[in-house]
């Protein structure tokens, strides 16, 4: 069912971030662009958490965070090659989030939502009060991305990495929802006891998904602590966990091309709206109650469903 | 051969006695009915048979395995499955998608294939497609066979649980009241396909308020009352018991 518009919409979206770059007037939008990018990969992987297999984390900026900061302190301190950092980060991530994953996902709603709030802010008050390893909250600077003789430099430059790096995680998210896993993941979301009674280890799923999703934030996150010139602590903090959480259920829950919308309109936002800084906490809440009220099921599923009414 | 025994089982809840010592088998290759009024204990004696409810006493037998402890997917993956008295359908997915979670244990379902979905996956997958839209036709649903979960009629979801159920390929798959809220239309229908399921060598257990039905189908009958067995046997056994026809059957329910 789901192969033909899948292509189609891949199609669409690598014809999009094609053309998006030639109607960017300046460096400044497509370093808006990028960082729509990033937020969009994250968002992908934390729709397949929250989206698909209906659970929630509170703490993922804290996963993104972890990953940006291993592969800050790994190559200012300790010299290591980028990618060999990235892989190291996305490795200590994948282990803490199987290793809290493992008790708290066989109890159920609050109990993640806590938990991942728990960790989310630890992370981040480690990275602000070890300040020696971590540059506190001046933050710490990562270098450019390097990869054998190639370094990599300027907005335009990253924005096709990211482009295809976002194009690849949209096609393997919607790999894995349409198959046996992810049948499962969406299954376990519509009825525990009933997945379990046809063989599916509810537990096992639970952690995996959460796992993937916290990996993709670590190599999201590294990536981002090469782009960025200054890593600081606020990309790891509580208040953009929440951002990240807006994004998935603005886009839409359990859409891909949702998320997407998503993490696009809600990056954008501060740029256009210029309050945004001072009235962060309020303008998320307001979005996310907006949602929950007039599109429960977020923008992008809910257009789709009134579409395919007009067309009937 | 049995399938299942159950021995001296009790499950108590906070002082409920749901089920106290509670002693029977199941031979496989029959329909075998538990019947009870209301409260009875029945849904609570399905919970502990598939794992969901851990006994407070006695034990559970099945194909020769004991299942303390065990959880509901591990006694799937032994040939068990089951349907819920309240609806346990994945509204989120379509209908075809849900008898294709049914035959999770069938499938490749690998993370880094599926993540790639390398052609095994999408054969797989295929293959899956067709199983499950003959599934479907054969509990009498194949005007669902596009139709999203949550746009179907109650009817139909019954249908669907026990389409989902065939999929994992149960040999001992247990039904709760799935002719509750049914016109007699379709309680006859749901009727032929327990039969037809029967005869393809899959032993069922029944649970329904359903007389008719029960009488109809069954080889063997147990009765329930406070969680205890009440009686056992034949439909005319048990038709035919006084103690049985006094305390649940009353006068005008026996047919
Ligand atoms: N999870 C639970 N917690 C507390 N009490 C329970 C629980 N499940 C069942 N009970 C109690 O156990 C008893 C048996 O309930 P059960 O649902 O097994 O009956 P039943 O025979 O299936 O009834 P019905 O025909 O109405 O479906 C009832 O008194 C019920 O209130
Ligand atoms: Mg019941």
Redesign the pocket.
């Known amino acids: 069912m789901a192969s033909t518009s899948r292509w189609a919409g891949l199609g669409a979206l690598a014809v999009f971030l094609a053309v998006l770059p030639q109607v960017l007037p300046n460096n400044y939008y497509v370093d808006v662009a990028v960082l729509a990018g990033f937020n969009a990969i994250v968002c992908v992987g934390l729709n397949l958490l929250i989206g698909y297999a209906g659970q929630i984390s509170l703490g993922h900026a804290g996963f993104f965070g972890l990953g940006a900061y291993s592969s800050a302190i790994l190559v200012t301190h300790y010299g290591w090659p980028p990618l060999a950092a990235l892989l190291a980060g996305a490795l200590l991530v994948g282990l803490l989030a199987f290793a809290i994953a493992r008790p708290i996902l066989k109890l159920k709603g609050h109990y993640l939502a806590m938990a991942t709030l728990g960790i989310g802010i630890i992370i981040s008050i480690i990275i602000n009060t070890e300040a020696q390893i971590t540059g506190g909250p001046d933050g710490i600077a990562a270098g450019n991305f390097t990869l054998g003789g190639f370094e990599l430099k300027g907005e335009r430059a990253w924005y096709w990495v990211i482009a295809v790096l976002l194009l690849v995680t949209v096609w393997l998210a919607t790999n894995l929802v349409d198959s046996p896993v992810g049948r499962a993941l969406r299954a376990l979301h519509g009825s525990e006891v009933g997945a379990e009674v046809v063989g599916v280890d509810t537990t096992r799923y639970k952690v995996l998904v959460f796992v993937v999703s916290a990996v993709i934030a670590s190599i999201a996150g590294s990536l981002f602590a090469h782009y960025t010139s200054q890593l600081t602590p606020t990309k790891a903090d509580f208040f953009k966990s929440i951002e990240l959480v807006t994004m998935v259920v603005f886009g839409g829950m359990a859409s891909t091309f949702g998320a997407l919308v998503g993490a696009a309109f809600l990056t954008m936002l501060p740029q256009v709206l210029t309050v945004f800084e001072d009235y962060e906490p309020i303008i998320l809440g307001g979005i996310m109650m907006g949602t929950m009220i007039f599109m429960p099921r977020g923008l992008v599923p809910t257009i789709s469903a009134f579409l395919t009414r007009r067309r009937s | 051969m049995t399938l299942l025994l159950v021995e001296q089982l009790g499950k108590e ?2 002082g ?1 006695h ?2 106290s010592d509670l002693s029977f088998t199941i031979k496989s290759g029959t329909i075998h009915s538990i019947i ?10 399905f ?1 502990l048979i598939t794992g969901i ?1 851990t006994p407070s006493s006695g034990r559970i037998c099945f194909d020769g395995k004991e299942i303390a402890g065990r959880a509901p997917f591990e006694l799937a993956q032994w040939g068990m499955s089951r349907t819920f ?1 309240n609806l346990q359908i994945f509204f989120n997915m379509s209908a075809m998608e849900n008898v294709m979670v049914g035959h999770h244990l069938h499938l490749d379902r690998r993370f880094l294939p599926s993540l790639l979905r390398l052609p095994g996956i999408a054969r797989g997958d295929e293959k899956a497609r067709d199983i499950s839209a003959e599934l479907m036709r054969f509990v009498g649903l194949e005007a669902y066979v596009k139709a999203e979960a949550q746009s179907m009629p109650y009817g139909a979801l019954k249908r669907l649980e026990i389409a989902r159920a065939l999929a994992s390929k149960p040999k001992l798959l247990l039904l ?2 799935p002719a509750a809220g049914l016109n007699a239309t379709e309680s006859r229908e749901i009727d032929e396909v327990i039969e037809k399921v029967a005869q393809s060598g899959v032993t069922v257990v029944l ?1 329904e ?1 359903d007389m008719k039905m029960v009488m109809g189908i069954s080889d063997h009958i147990l009765v ?1 009352d406070y ?1 205890r067995k009440l009686a056992e046997g034949t439909p005319d056994e048990v038709r035919n018991n006084p103690v049985v026809v006094a305390a649940y059957l009353g006068g005008g329910a026996a047919p």
């Open positions: 809840f906070g409920v749901a089920v009870g009024p209301n409260g009875a204990g029945k849904t609570t004696l919970n409810y008295q709760d009241e649970v308020h329930l969680g």
